[in-house]
């Protein structure tokens, strides 16, 4: 048990480091310690004293509860990612980045697989579209009524840094060798309606949105016609003949998994408990049985698929 404990504080550390750092250099820099003591540590050779696993935690935000619960049958941990920032721009790129750690650390990987079912328009395909993004994050700060939402998309700013993010974190996502999606048929549905209604956006940030929901539907129908991103990479596409109450994500990849749900519009808790990651696959693969694929067959239902969300955006 000890050893598994230890592997998976390693595993953890690795996640959450910044991207082309060496662990053993980033250790060697936070404990304030040799290199030669960090390896010692890295091999098992030494027991990492409690006071350098609180660092650890503090400063990668690592929850050891979550790994020490990982190996007790009765017992199971979820990470709320809590916000730590009182800024809501900086609340919101603490997300994205959240995000983006957990693909950039299973994408190389040949054996990642990721499964996604959800009842709206997955973030991850249209990070990349401006104003669908901001839309996304004019809602959230409305919902939360943090600042003063603003009546125009246009005038909204969105810092530089967060922009990038999403940029990579769509790069990212495509990047992973095999995706699964089960949607809810109404995936499109009210995702611009309700808050038009309001007047929080404008009429000229309607005509963007129609636009780049118009080229979204283009992207997916190309991905769903060949069952594949542009880059090669595999998608299955499956429409739901139920409907269900949440988004569920898992992914996994030799050596990790973890589970995601989607809570508070954007935000997520994840457990890597091998329970709850057995119980959300389990569940996936259910909602898998009770749906219809639409990549690379189901013509027919595809193309009355896009057909009807092509209707709603029209009706905007």
């Known amino acids: 048990m000890k050893n598994y404990i230890v592997n998976e504080l390693i595993a953890a550390m690795k996640e959450r480091i910044p991207r082309g750092i060496n662990l053993a250099n980033y250790l060697t820099d936070a404990l304030?310690?040799?290199?030669?003591?960090?390896?010692?540590?890295?091999?098992?050779?030494v027991a990492f004293t409690f006071d350098e696993i609180a660092m650890i935690s503090c400063k990668l935000g690592i929850s050891i509860d979550q790994i020490i619960g990982n190996h007790q049958s009765n017992r199971v941990t979820f990470d709320l990612n809590l916000l730590h920032s009182p800024d809501p721009l900086e609340s919101y790129y603490e997300i994205i980045e959240r995000y983006?750690?957990?693909?950039?650390?299973?994408?190389?990987?040949?054996?990642?697989?990721?499964?996604?079912?959800?009842?709206?328009?997955?973030?991850?395909?249209?990070?990349?579209?401006?104003?669908?993004?901001?839309?996304r994050l004019c809602r959230w700060i409305?919902?939360?009524?943090?600042?003063?939402?603003?009546?125009?998309?246009?005038?909204?700013?969105?810092?530089?840094?967060?922009?990038?993010?999403?940029?990579?974190?769509?790069?990212?996502?495509?990047?992973?060798?095999?995706?699964?999606?089960?949607?809810?048929?109404?995936?499109?549905?009210?995702?611009?309606k309700y808050f038009a209604g309001l007047n929080l956006i404008s009429e000229t940030d309607l005509i963007h949105l129609k636009n780049e929901l118009e080229l979204l539907l283009h992207e997916l129908e190309q991905i769903s016609a060949k069952g594949e991103f542009s880059n090669g990479n595999k998608v299955a596409i499956y429409l739901s003949n139920i409907d269900f109450e949440a988004t569920y994500s898992y992914i996994e990849k030799k050596d990790f998994q973890i589970s995601l749900l989607r809570v508070y519009s954007i935000?997520?808790?994840?457990?890597?408990?091998?329970?709850?990651?057995?119980?959300?696959?389990?569940?996936?693969?259910?909602?898998?049985?009770?749906?219809?694929?639409?990549?690379?067959?189901?013509?027919?239902?595809?193309?009355?698929?896009?057909?009807?969300?092509?209707?709603?955006?029209?009706?905007?």
């Open 267 to 316: 935000n997520s808790m994840d457990s890597q408990s091998p329970r709850i990651c057995g119980i959300q696959k389990d569940w996936i693969q259910s909602l898998k049985r009770h749906s219809t694929l639409i990549s690379e067959s189901g013509e027919s239902q595809r193309i009355t698929f896009l057909e009807q969300q092509k209707s709603f955006i029209d009706t905007l």
């Open 100 to 135: 983006l750690r957990i693909f950039n650390y299973v994408k190389d990987d040949i054996s990642t697989k990721i499964y996604t079912a959800s009842n709206v328009i997955p973030f991850t395909l249209y990070s990349s579209y401006e104003y669908l993004s901001k839309f």
């Open 32 to 45: 304030c310690m040799g290199k030669e003591a960090v390896y010692r540590r890295l091999r098992g050779e």
């Open 142 to 192: 409305y919902q939360n009524g943090k600042i003063r939402t603003p009546n125009s998309l246009s005038g909204m700013h969105i810092p530089d840094k967060a922009v990038h993010a999403h940029k990579l974190l769509s790069e990212a996502v495509k990047a992973c060798r095999k995706t699964c999606f089960i949607w809810d048929s109404n995936v499109f549905y009210s995702f611009v």
